[in-house]
């Protein structure tokens, strides 16, 4: 029996799809067809797929071709594959002419002829209206986030808001953005979404006017400051059909997400201890991180990462939490807290004006992870173990500055109509700012000397 392998994304099948497993089928008796699997496409670049692999690979197994499908996860498994299968052809369309030679050593590699005039990003394309997206702040956030809105087709900056027209101006004037205003409603005007980054204590009133206007919204960490805002918007958004997504970035990158699904699949065992800092000294105390006025202090900045990662990890069911706080100038240089649950514990701790390691550590009954600082740009993660020839080293990459994923999460939800995401879920975010607001009501507090 003669077998045959080929591997693709198969992001919604088309018929150049079809002709290329017809081919390849044809090859030999039995055809396995990898589909590549939502993260490794996003490692590989491909950051724009419209349907999950789960899809995909039921569109596969629909076209009835593929004798057995499997999943392509990392760098180097066709090699493993071709070996581990007894593979005698690897079949690829002609686009790839080439570039797969390398596989000759281990079975035949033939290139088949790719159909002309269809492809997926064409589709893509052809399905897709462009997300017009306003910048509600001009800070140093919204000046990142435009160079990563660019690596995310369908989304284009249309317009700029800033209070002070200058601002608004020069902000549009340094990025190429064509509109640019000190009216919110105008900017709301322009587009079809806001991304909110200004000071915190805008976030609720903006977006609720956005939401209001009909516009679906991705605003800055904290979302709102406290649970009953933030339900509220979450209502609000539901009863509107808009997508609202909190741009808690670290929930939204690749090396996360794995992270995620290794612990909660019970490699390190029950998780009993959760770990989380983060820690960023800045030059200057007049910053709005140091203004009590406009809700500073280091829970309100930092905070809603390490919560989110605690709260991805235990559940958002806490019995009891604790804060213990170093003051200067009206706001918290430092805070520590403690979340108890029934199963577990978490420790956070954060500085502004207090310097710690950043790192995370999740503690099980079998093992621990490591993730090392900083640990809220996720790439690299160590997995240990008691006898640590055991211990697993993971490494991703995380492409410029990060946002990149949530834009990407953000437009897909506004293309698919998905009202929420499992990477940050309405009643997650809703928990993160129901411990801000905690905090801020005095909640349990000790204060240091
Ligand atoms: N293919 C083909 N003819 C096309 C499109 C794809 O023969 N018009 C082949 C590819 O060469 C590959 C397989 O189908 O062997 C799966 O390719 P995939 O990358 O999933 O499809 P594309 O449509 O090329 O996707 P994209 O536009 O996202 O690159």
Known sequence: MKKVITYGTYDLLHQGHLNLLRRAKELGDYLIVGVTSDSFDRERGKLNVRNNVLERIEAVKATGYADEVIIEEYV?????????????????????????????EYCKVVYLPRTEGISSTLLRAESQREIRVGIIG??????????????????????????????????????GIEHHTNNLEECF???????????????FSQIEQALQSGKHVLCEIPLALTGDEAKQLYDLAAKKGLVLLEASKTAHCPAWSHLLSLAKSGIIGDIVDVKASLSRLLPDTCMREFDESQAGGSVTELAPLCLMAVIKLLGCNYSDVRFYSKMQGGVDIFTQAQLV?????????????????????????????????????????????????????YFYSYDGDGLRYEIQ??????????????????????????????YRSGSK???LK
């Open 189 to 203: 005007n322009k587009t079809d979404a806001v991304y909110i980054a200004s000071p915190h204590i805008y976030h």
């Open 409 to 438: 999460e953000f437009a897909s939800m506004i293309f698919n109509k998905r009202m929420d995401s499992f990477r940050l879920y309405p009643n997650e975010s809703i928990a993160i700012a129901d411990i801000i607001g905690k």
């Open 341 to 393: 649950f029934d199963h577990a514990v978490a420790n956070i701790t954060l500085g502004l004006g207090v310097k710690t390691e950043g790192n995370l550590v999740i503690s099980g009954t079998k093992g621990y992870i490591l993730v090392p600082s900083p640990w809220w740009l996720t790439n690299y993660f160590e997995v240990c173990y008691e006898d640590i020839n055991k211990n697993k080293k």
């Open 138 to 175: 001009t800070g140093r956030i919204a000046n990142r986030f435009i160079p990563e809105s660019t690596c995310v087709s369908g989304v284009t900056i249309a317009s700029v808001f800033n209070p002070d027209l200058t601002e608004a101006e020069q902000f549009a004037h340094k990025h």
């Open 445 to 447: 507090t000790t204060i």
């Open 76 to 104: 180097g498994q066709k090699i493993d594959d071709i070996q581990k299968y007894n593979i005698d052809y690897f079949a690829i369309g002609s686009d790839w002419t080439g570039q797969f030679d390398y596989l000759n």
